[in-house]
């Protein structure tokens, strides 16, 4: 199973930029869709995007203008930058892992951000 | 756009009963897309359930998905102590991406 941990800043300020990584082992780099999804305190999941390690990618078309998602292969890590937050933004970031069946079989534990000034 | 609508909102249940928890599509879908997970306090979400039906690995026969065209369901048989949680499903389409329904809470009685 494929081993993934989430790290960044827990307090961006409003209109900047949130920047988080995700360090991922025990995976071969070429099989999996590399994931970002996000739950607001209290509330549900929301799937920002994916990159495959070919460079393509796909975004939630709610979030498509602001969100980034950029792999490091090198490093054994995957990025998310997402501009102009507001504290619509705050939530708990998840990075997960897709096989296969188009689910996500391996999550991070997740990493607290809050927006606030 | 593909809606899930998950019901009820939450459903509160003793231990050793069974539970069964709805996911209503906006309109119909692939099941072989459509997917469960369980969410702990704390805890990242768990696959459950994917293609609607099939256990992912380590899952207890206890968890049963089944359905079809707009409509899927999740039993759960004989509710255990670590099986009070939040269920979401989940669902994958080519133009939108992923999609998560607002999931259903369930709680001891």
């Known amino acids: 199973q494929v081993q993934l941990q989430e790290s960044g800043p827990g307090l961006v300020k409003p209109s900047e930029t949130l920047s988080l990584t995700c360090f991922f082992s025990g995976a071969s780099i070429d099989t999996f869709y590399f994931n970002w999804i996000r739950q607001p305190p209290g509330k549900g999941l929301e799937w920002i995007g994916y990159i495959y390690y070919d460079g393509s990618t796909k975004y939630n078309p709610s979030l498509k203008s602001r969100v980034t998602i950029s792999l490091d292969t090198s490093k054994n890590q995957f990025s998310l930058t997402l501009t102009s937050v507001t504290a619509a933004d705050t939530a708990i970031y998840y990075c997960?892992?897709?096989?296969?069946?188009?689910?996500?079989?391996?999550w991070g534990q997740g990493t607290r951000v809050t927006v606030s000034s | 756009e593909i809606v899930l609508t998950q019901s009820p909102d939450t459903l509160s249940l003793s231990p050793g009963e069974r539970a069964t928890l709805s996911c209503r599509a906006s309109q119909s879908v692939a099941g072989g897309y459509l997917a469960w997970y369980q969410q702990k306090v704390g805890q990242p979400p768990r696959l459950i359930i994917y293609?609607?039906?099939t256990r992912a690995t380590g899952i207890p026969d206890r968890f049963i998905g089944s359905g079809s065209g707009a409509a899927f369901a999740l039993a759960i048989n004989r509710l255990e102590p670590e099986d009070f949680a939040v269920y979401y499903c989940q669902y994958y389409e080519r133009s939108q991406g992923f999609t998560f329904g607002p999931g259903t809470k369930v709680e001891v009685k």
């Open positions: 997960a892992t897709e096989l296969a069946y188009r689910v996500f079989d391996s």
């Open positions: 293609g609607a039906s």
